[in-house]
């Protein structure tokens, strides 16, 4: 019959019996079972908990390179990694490339968004009517009027028509 967590071996007082199965032998080893700390025999050392992750640590440990050159490399590729992993996929960008200079946005006057809305309302116009003149996205029309042209995307072309339809300076020159 086995014991648990007796740190003893089963039977008898030489601790050569398994502390899982009972059975003797000569090569036990120590392994957490289910909580417990144990004597287990070969055969039940796989039931211990921490087997995997021990052999693991242990192959790491003799193959990794420890030098500080390596540690900060190591360091480095993990915090690649996970910047990678919060901001998304960078393969879009290695695809398809960007091309800032092609409809570039330029600095725009402080409270710009609150001038293209009162300009628009002044001019009479709802949104999704002077988004079709311009033949713009009516969202894109209200990133702009919301003040969010530079995280939408919005281009240099925009802000130009959005100019020249009302009447207004958007652009700090």
């Known amino acids: 019959m086995a014991k648990y967590s007796t740190n003893r071996g089963g039977g008898g007082s030489d601790g050569e019996n398994c502390e899982l199965c009972g059975r003797a032998s000569g090569k036990l080893r120590r392994a957490n079972v289910a909580g417990a700390d144990l004597l287990v025999c070969p055969d039940c050392a796989p039931h211990g908990e921490n087997r995997n992750r021990d052999k693991k640590h242990a192959d790491t440990q003799h193959t990794r390179d420890n030098s500080e050159r390596n540690r900060r490399k190591r360091a480095a590729q993990r915090t690649a990694k996970m910047y990678d992993q919060a901001k998304g996929n960078a393969k879009h960008?290695?695809?398809?490339?960007?091309?800032?200079?092609?409809?570039?946005?330029?600095?725009?006057?402080?409270?710009?968004?609150?001038?293209?809305?009162?300009?628009?309302?002044?001019?009479?116009?709802?949104?999704?009517?002077?988004?079709?003149?311009?033949?713009?996205?009516?969202?894109?029309?209200?990133?702009?009027?919301?003040?969010?042209?530079?995280?939408?995307?919005?281009?240099?072309?925009?802000?130009?028509?959005?100019?020249?339809?009302?009447?207004?300076?958007?652009?700090?020159e």
């Open 93 to 172: 960008w290695e695809e398809k490339g960007t091309n800032y200079e092609k409809d570039r946005l330029p600095y725009l006057v402080s409270g710009y968004g609150g001038l293209v809305e009162s300009a628009r309302q002044d001019a009479g116009l709802q949104l999704g009517d002077l988004a079709e003149e311009l033949e713009i996205k009516e969202n894109q029309l209200l990133a702009v009027e919301q003040g969010r042209a530079t995280s939408a995307n919005i281009g240099g072309s925009v802000i130009r028509a959005l100019e020249d339809r009302l009447d207004v300076r958007l652009v700090d």
